[in-house]
Nanobody, 126 residues
Framework: QVQLVESGGGLVQAGGSLRLSCAAS????????MGWFRQAPGKEREFVAA????????YYADSVKGRFSISGGNAKNSVYLQMNSLKPDDTAVYYC???????????????????WGQGTQVTVSS
């Protein structure tokens, strides 16, 4: 069984930075793609960023472009999210997710991902 474990969340002032990490544990796991989603109180979970190891392509939500950067580990079982210039609107629980094998689903859609972490809280104060 694959488990994804996030870390790196916390409280930061607006304009600050945080780096989230996510690593897979359990059986040997190598993914096709990994991503980050977030869910703010009272809102639906939304896409933040994704990386595909098929060509190393990255994908970002418009709201985080130019501020967030996603990267992955060489073993294709870990992913990182560098978050700069944080805003209060970035406050949410951030979830890591993984696509184990190639499928035709969009990386922007949570249904494409088969494994999920428990989430890590990010709070940005004004």
């Amino acid at each position: 069984q694959v488990q994804l474990v996030e870390s790196g969340g916390g409280l930061v002032q607006a304009g600050g930075s945080l780096r989230l990490s996510c690593a897979a544990s359990g059986r040997t796991f190598s993914s096709h793609a990994m991503g980050w989603f977030r869910q703010a109180p009272g809102k639906e979970r939304e896409f933040v960023a994704a990386i595909s190891w098929r060509g190393g392509s990255t994908y970002y939500a418009d709201s985080v472009k130019g501020r967030f950067s996603i990267s992955g580990g060489n073993a294709k079982n870990s992913v990182y999210l560098q978050m700069n210039s944080l805003k209060p609107d970035d406050t949410a629980v951030y979830y890591c997710a993984a696509v184990p094998t190639f499928n035709s689903g969009s990386y922007y859609w949570e249904g494409t991902y088969q494994h999920w972490g428990q989430g890590t809280q990010v709070t940005v104060s004004s």
